[in-house]
């Protein structure tokens, strides 16, 4: 049982396990919620900006195809990172169909972890009838080939675990879980950082009382950079997230659609946190790629066109059916839904650094 092992992990150390540690066995161990479900869709615990529009990947491949226009113009590899049902790039690959020499191309690269969500995907492009794509399958990003990429990925970060801490009498403590023999339930322990490495980098928030740190998402990041800086490319990150101060801790959990004490129902619940762009942009630097666009979905999807597209693709449809595309649509772009809690971060390469 998935508690046990967690149990177990607790056992072996004083002061009970990071959050990080609790966070990567409820989601991605092989018990775990991304192992063994689908969470996506309007039956899932939550639905993503593809799954409520086909409008999102449309924007979103137009807007890949002019990169690859202005930039590449060359056999490129397209990667995404945790694609789900497939549904963005279906979206992406019907709107640049029939665009000269893109499809031709492409090589693409699926890096995906849920078997069940592999399956799906094989299952939906296969309905969706591209002919001659080249599909490729990884559950890591490793044993892809070196040539311009442009690499996307949308709610990827947010689902992996991070670390929080707090300040106190200006020393920093970690939120760490442990395990309650006698109640049989986790809870919440607080315990000094003593380890250089990590205050070192809180030192770094010094009008912070409150941290979150993810090593998980620091290190999958500077991963897809080291790949890109050594043939060029361009890296799309959509997420909800923020640049700013940290004012409350952001970790969520999800239970059946509804909000849920993230330290119940382990395995079988959705867990997220706010990306923390900023550091996503430093790592980006120290590699010199460009910040091409770092903006909200609302001032992505305006800008590039999302009204222009709605109005076309209506014009043609029932009372009913325009409705409910447009309602999908505001849902985007609406800055009390969707519009300005997501954000857009796209960098560019400036060559090859080999
Ligand atoms: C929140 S879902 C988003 C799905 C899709 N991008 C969308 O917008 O509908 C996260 C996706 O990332 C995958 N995933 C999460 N962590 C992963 C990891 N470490 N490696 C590969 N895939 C991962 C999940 O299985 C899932 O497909």
Redesign the pocket.
Known sequence: MIKNKIIDEIQKRKCGISLEKFIDIC??DNEGY?ETSN??GRSGD?I????ISQLFGEILGLYIHSLWHDKYKEKFNLI??????G??LIDILRITKPLVNFHNLLNIHL????IY?VNKQKQNLQLSKFDNINIKWH??FINIDQRPSIIY????F???PIRQFIKEDNNWYEKNVNFNKKTKFFFYQHSLVNNDKILNKLAKYKKNNIVELSEHREN?FRKICDFVSKSSGSIIIIDYGYSEFLKKFTLQSVFNHRPSNLLDNVGKQDI?SLVDFNTLVDIAKNYNFNVDVFCNQKEFLLANGILERKNKITKNCTIEQKKTIEDDCDRLVNEKQMGSFFKFLILSSNGTTN
């Open positions: 989601l991605f991304y969470p996506l939550f993503t900006s593809p799954e995404e990172l945790g694609p789900g049902n549904t963005l890096i995906e972890k849920n969500l559950d890591d990925a949308n709610e990827f947010d689902c992996l999958f997220t």
